[in-house]
């Protein structure tokens, strides 16, 4: 894809996302109706992610099928909305009031699980998983964009250390923009020759150090 139209891509998706995050959140504020509310809540996540999604997807547009770049949209825009369906399960009940007056905040909005998903992203990444990393980069751009407008109300919960002050609008708008392009960038320092040449030198050193440990156990 030319260069230019990346940009342009890019531009679009960027303003995409900043009106969606306004005009969704403003909306939410402005119902008073408990069920139009939550919908229309989930629906701004499902919506982020959606567009979270294609900007993560299209940055792999010439070494992924089609089919599996819908498929890394469609993982981005469930799991952003499917996080919320941890309320109910908390909650063990089907009515909305049970599952939006909990006392405590359900476990898929546990921040640790960004860190959790980073790191086997990262590690698939290093070792060329391909479709597996994307996958996981796919998981980790809908969690952190749900936990960044989430930490807009109540901050990060980072268990089991507790929660972060509150996340200023401007730095979540901008977090979400930035988030789909962070993610497909770690993905390009563990595929660059510094990371590989790396990994290779450490294999190579424990393959070094099992040899030495089994021949000694061998002359024992």
Known sequence: MHCHLMVYI???????????CLLGDNFVELTAHPLLKALSDNATHALIGALTGIAYAVQFYDRSTNLFGWLLIFICFAVSSLIDMDHFIEARSLHL????????????????????????????????????????????????????RDAVRRGYWLCPFGHTNRVAYVAYIIITVLTPHVVYYLHSVCRSGVVQRLLVQYVKLNDYNYRIVSNGYLQV
């Open 10 to 20: 890019r531009i679009i998706l960027t303003t995409l996302v900043t009106i969606t």
């Open 97 to 148: 009031e049970d599952a939006t007056n909990l006392t405590r905040r359900p476990f898929l909005h546990c921040s640790s699980i960004i860190l959790i998903i980073l790191i086997f992203y990262l590690c698939t990444a290093s070792l060329n998983y391909f479709k597996t990393s994307l996958i996981l980069g796919s998981l980790l751009c809908a969690f952190i964009t749900h936990h960044t």
